[in-house]
């Protein structure tokens, strides 16, 4: 089975400073990994994944996160948080083979930007 | 470009009834997965459907049943609702099982 642990169900930054939202996974092989943005009362927006190749993963919106095996983990980073950036964050994991591929979320973490 | 499309986009039920939501994939997208996300809570997944058939089954309780069509829209009924079920559910599509799964807007389910 595999599971997401988010770090943090509450980050606050400045705007303008480093955002650094953690995320953890467990699998017994590496699985597909995700980031999605929620905003208020919409959908799932994705903002990066990490399927195969290399480990530093760019998205959208400046977002970025990477692949460490070692650590099992896959954090998301963007240098300088704007405003617009305020928004809930989910991580996510897939199996990479097999007929099921649904997808296994963390809570969440909500960010907050602070002027 | 074209979208995951979910009707309606706000429901409200009283318990004990039914209700049907609906999903219209990304065109050429052959799976559908369905989500639910309780207030404050991180998605579910429900079930999903590959080329018309049920490929997996998650958290779905037995009073909720869905399918998939030829046109390969699906849609979610629920039966003898709970104020439990309210929440908003997410219909996802992707091409041949395939990641990424686009996302709907959802339907936000209010239960009286």
């Known amino acids: 089975a595999q599971s997401v642990t988010q770090l943090g169900s509450h980050v606050s930054v400045s705007e303008g400073a480093l955002v650094l939202l953690r995320c953890n996974y467990s699998?017994?092989?590496?699985?597909?990994l995700f980031w999605y943005v929620q905003y208020p009362n919409q959908g799932l927006q994705l903002l990066l994944k990490y399927t195969t190749g290399a480990t530093l993963v760019k998205g959208i919106n400046g977002f970025e996160a990477e692949f460490k095996k070692s650590e099992t983990s896959f954090h998301l980073t963007k240098p300088s948080a704007h405003m617009s950036d305020a928004a809930e964050y989910f991580c996510a994991v897939s199996p990479f083979s097999g007929s099921a591929r649904q997808l296994t979320f963390g809570s969440g973490t909500q960010l907050t930007v602070l002027p | 470009a074209a979208g995951v499309i979910q009707s309606p986009r706000h429901l409200i039920k009283e318990k004990r009834e039914t209700a049907t939501l609906k999903c219209y994939p990304i065109?050429?997208?052959?799976?559908v997965y369905w989500y639910q996300q309780g207030p404050g809570q991180d998605p579910q997944f429900l079930i999903s459907f590959y080329e018309k058939m049920q490929s997996d089954k998650g958290s779905i309780p037995d009073r909720f049943s869905a399918q998939q069509f030829s046109d390969y829209h699906s849609e979610l009924n629920m039966s003898s609702l709970e104020l439990g079920d309210s929440a908003l559910y997410f219909c996802a599509s992707s091409s041949l099982g395939e990641q990424p799964q686009h996302f709907g807007d959802g339907t936000r389910l209010s239960i009286l």
């Open positions: 065109p050429r997208h052959d799976t």
């Open positions: 699998s017994s092989v590496p699985p597909y």
